[in-house]
């Protein structure tokens, strides 16, 4: 919604229904990683949705810390309401996690 009211176009890809590969979640990952050069990598950790129903049920009270890079990574390539939402990529380049409209603003310059 905040896209249309600011007149961006987009599209919108629902990985709840078409699915999502480990390729992009991996990318994804590093690209949230780039974003945050002065704290430890844990781009993997932020694309779950911990606090989740669909988590707490997969990962039987793991955190993404205690499950591990790889493993965090596919449980949410198959289970993909586990996945953060909504994730803003544009051109390959950035990566919003959650939705902020400062930084969403500031991204794309609105």
Not at 15 to 23: E, P, Q
Not at 33 to 40: F, G, I
Not at 47 to 57: F, Q
């Amino acid at each position: 919604a905040w896209l249309d009211a600011a007149g961006i176009a987009y599209s919108f890809h629902d990985y709840k229904k078409s699915g999502i590969t480990l390729a992009q979640l991996q990318h994804w990952a590093k690209q949230l990683d780039a974003a945050r050069p002065t704290t430890p990598a844990q781009g993997w950790q932020s694309l779950a949705n911990s606090r989740g129903p669909t988590w707490r049920k997969v990962a039987e009270g793991a955190t993404p810390a205690g499950l591990g890079q790889a493993r965090t990574l596919a449980l949410l390539c198959d289970n993909t309401s586990a996945i953060r939402r909504p994730i803003l990529a544009r051109d390959g380049q950035d990566v919003l996690l959650g939705f902020d409209a400062a930084a969403w603003a500031k991204a794309l310059g609105k």
